[in-house]
């Protein structure tokens, strides 16, 4: 809701009515995340793909599923290189995404649990990541 305040310009109660009024005659759904209450078009995004949406909109979860696609897969330390976090911060996101079952270890290197469907996500909503580790990513999957 932030993000859509900032950019439409609009006071937070004038916004909030608007989205609820959307909500209330189904254009819109919504998925809560902890604090945060996420916005998502009713026609074009099911139950399972918000939650997956809500991780790809936090810049670390999304940097270690993007590195979690790797040929090989990721480690702890690539991780917080790629990331710029320590390596408690780097437990902790990956602890959130091995429960929510996106990720999966598997010795000492994180794997995608389900690369199909997050590679499609990653580039279905491309434009709205602005992140160079996704945008890496994506370019050498469309190199293949």
């Given at each position: ?40 078009s ?39 290189k ?63």
């Amino acid at each position: 809701m932030r993000e859509m305040q900032k950019e439409l310009g609009m006071a937070t109660g004038v916004l909030e009515y608007h989205l609820n009024y959307l909500v209330k005659e189904g254009l819109l759904t919504t998925y809560t995340d902890g604090r945060k209450k996420r916005f998502y078009s009713a026609e074009k995004v099911g139950s399972p793909q918000k939650k997956l949406l809500s991780y790809l909109r936090q810049k670390h979860p999304r940097r270690i599923l993007t590195l979690s696609l790797q040929d090989g897969g990721t480690d702890i330390g690539e991780i917080t290189k790629e990331c710029g976090i320590s390596k408690s911060a780097a437990s902790f996101n990956i602890e959130g995404l091995m429960n929510a079952g996106y990720i999966e270890k598997r010795g000492e290197r994180y794997f995608a649990k389900n690369p199909e469907e997050l590679a499609k996500m990653l580039i279905t909503y491309r434009e709205s990541y602005l992140d160079d580790v996704v945008d890496r990513f994506l370019d050498s999957f469309a190199g293949l």
